[in-house]
Each structure stands twice: as C-alpha cells, then as structure tokens.
C-alpha cells in the first residue's frame, strides 16, 4: 500500500484520498495551514490518519517559526494548535493530537529551539509509527471473531488510509487473511463520498483480500438473506459508555445487524476513545456541504437545484447495539470500556476473545 502520511525534508507529505482510486498523487505541505486544508478538504480523512496530520502540521508549523525561546514557541504555537482543532469537529484524533503534543512540550523544558524543533518532529514520526503498531494490535485482538469462511461486512474506509498504515476495521481481516482463513469482505459504498466504493475496495483488492462492493442499501437485504456473518466498522470518536460515532449510515447497518441477530463489532483504537465523554448524544456532528449529496465527487449533479439538503458526515450509534469494541489492549464489552481510563484496571477480567 501507498503511504497515507509521512514526513519527507521538512514537509508533510499526504496521499489524496480525494484523486483514489483514479490518480495516485501526493500533496506536499510545507506550512501548517496546508495540513489543515487537507483534512477539511478530506485530502486525508479517518480519525487516526487525521490525529496524525495534526501532529505532523504542528511539527512543520514549528520548523519555520522565528521564536528564540522554547516558552515563545509554545505561545506561538497555541493559535496553530486552534486552527487544527477547527477542521473537523467529531473526530477525537486532533484533540487527542494536541494535547499530546502540548505535553510533549512541556515535559522538554527550556530546551534551545533547534532541538526543540528537532524533537518535535521525532515525536510526531513517533505517532505515527505508533498508530501502525496499534492497527496491528486491534488486529491480532480482532481476527478471532472472524471464523473460518466468515462474509464481512464494513461501513465506509477504516482502512489503511484511514490510519497511518494496516487500518482500524480492516486489520482484523487483515490478520485472519494472512493467518490463511478463507473470509470474503462486503464494502457498503458510503455516500455521499463513496468512502467504501474508492477506497476499502481499492485497498482490499491490493492486498488481496476478496471485497464484494455493495450499494448502501443493500445491506439490509444482504443480511435477511444469511450473506452476512458479523459486521466490523471503525469509529471518529468513542465515548466512555460505549457509544459511537462514525461516518453516517453506521446507525443504520447496527440496527440491521441487530434485527438479524448478526455481531456489530467496532475497532476502536484509544486515541479514537474519548475518556471525558460518556454519552453519544453529546458527540459535535459535522455537517458537510450540500453540493456533497447533489453532486457525486463534484463532477455530476444528480439533484434538482435549490433543493434542500441535510448532509450529517456522522452518526452516532448507542452502545446497546454494540456486540463489542476492539482496542489495542483487548475487546471489551461496551460496558466495560470505561476500565481503559482507570490506572492499574486488572484489565484482563473484562477482555473478550473470539472462539475462532
């Protein structure tokens, strides 16, 4: 798989998730209001690849700063780390970004600036290259709920391009893919921006995953026929009771998946957990552009004009109808999920583990 984000001679460097599956083009971002672009824009999207971009956007916003002291820098910092955490509202990440980030910072001290810089930079690598070792943690978690010959269902990319690498959702089909079990992997296309359709069945059919693509619609159906086994999706942001948010029409396939009696598995890493949050409904829903809903990718208007349009990029389902969450420290029931915040929780009481 391509790269969806790295550092590269003093620049971010972001795959443009906007151009796939047709182009394969990067984005080159020298200054921190590029970065913020890119994740309104959705050049990069999904919550872990977009925590990244935030720490990677306030490294490079550093590098090109003129301040001669480490406290001038970090008050110089605070309009850039406001201008990131305006980008995109529902999604933990950015917070959780920042507020690493700003501790990173305090915890170095009065520090001369160059290594100051310097250090900033490793830190946000760091992020990273840790994102990718908690994809594969969810995944080595996730996989024993997948059995063998199990059909997949997942809801828009939690993929590797959502993430840093190997993905949030997908990683546990990753793992069951590579351990040889035979699974095949239903894609809802995701309106309105065909999340589904251009990326999770783009990436899985260059991993060699075997990825059926269906309208969102379809799902429904699908399952009152018996062609699905369990669903696993990802999140933007978790609350501590266990409700989650993520791209609209998640609601809907978890009120499906409980109809028909079928698993609905979130992967969640902590990042994507929000500790001071305990219900969904107190979860910011982005709201997006119209021109999202009445032009498909921007290309081909297929509403009347002057037609009124809702378009809520999110929605949020109640943990009710959640089987369980996958993390990188284990599954857990949704109940449960608060343990994560309580240091020195004998975790290993409320882990699940699949039979498979």
Avoid at 95 to 113: M, N, Q, T, Y
Avoid at 178 to 190: F, P
Avoid at 278 to 290: K, L
Wanted: a negative charge; charged letters at 25%.
């Amino acid at each position: 798989m391509e790269r969806t984000i790295y550092w590269e001679d003093g620049a971010v460097m972001i795959l443009d998730q906007v151009k796939l599956p047709l182009e394969v083009e990067y984005i080159r971002c020298t200054d921190h209001h590029m970065v913020a672009r890119c994740i309104m824009e959705m050049n990069i999207r999904g919550a872990p690849a977009i925590g990244i971009a935030t720490a990677m956007g306030i490294a490079v916003a550093a590098s090109r700063m003129k301040e001669t002291s480490a406290g001038g820098m970090c008050r110089a910092l605070e309009a850039v780390y406001d201008e990131l955490l305006a980008t995109r509202p529902t999604a933990v990440n950015i917070r959780w970004a920042v507020d690493r980030v700003r501790g990173f910072l305090e915890g170095l001290g009065d520090i001369p600036v160059p290594q100051l810089k310097q250090d900033l930079v490793a830190e946000a690598v760091r992020v990273l290259e840790e994102d990718v070792a908690v994809n594969r943690a969810i995944g080595e978690h996730g996989a024993g709920f997948i059995p063998e010959g199990a059909r997949v269902l997942t809801h828009c990319n939690a993929g590797a391009l959502a993430t840093g690498g190997y993905g949030t959702a997908t990683a546990p089909m990753r793992v069951a893919h590579e351990k040889g079990k035979k699974i095949h992997v239903y894609a809802d296309e995701t309106r309105p921006l065909l999340q589904g359709a251009r990326l999770t069945a783009w990436e899985l059919m260059r991993s060699g995953i075997p990825v059926t693509l269906i309208a969102d619609n379809a799902a429904g159906a699908l399952m009152s026929m018996g062609e699905i086994d369990l669903v696993i999706v990802g999140t933007d942001r978790t609350t501590y009771g266990g409700d989650v948010a993520n791209k609209i029409g998640t609601y809907t396939v978890a009120v499906l998946a409980k109809e028909h009696g079928i698993p609905f598995y979130v992967a969640a890493p902590t990042s994507s957990i929000d500790f001071t949050m305990e219900h969904g409904e107190d979860i910011p829903i982005e709201e997006r552009s119209p021109e999202e809903v009445t032009d498909i990718m921007g290309r081909c208007r297929v509403a009347p004009d002057g037609v009124l349009v809702r378009n809520p990029a999110f929605d949020v389902t109640p943990s009710a109808l959640v089987t369980a969450i996958i993390t990188e420290k284990g599954a857990f029931r949704p109940g449960d999920l608060h343990r994560l915040r309580d240091v020195g929780a004998d975790l290993e009481r409320y882990v699940l583990r699949g039979d498979h």
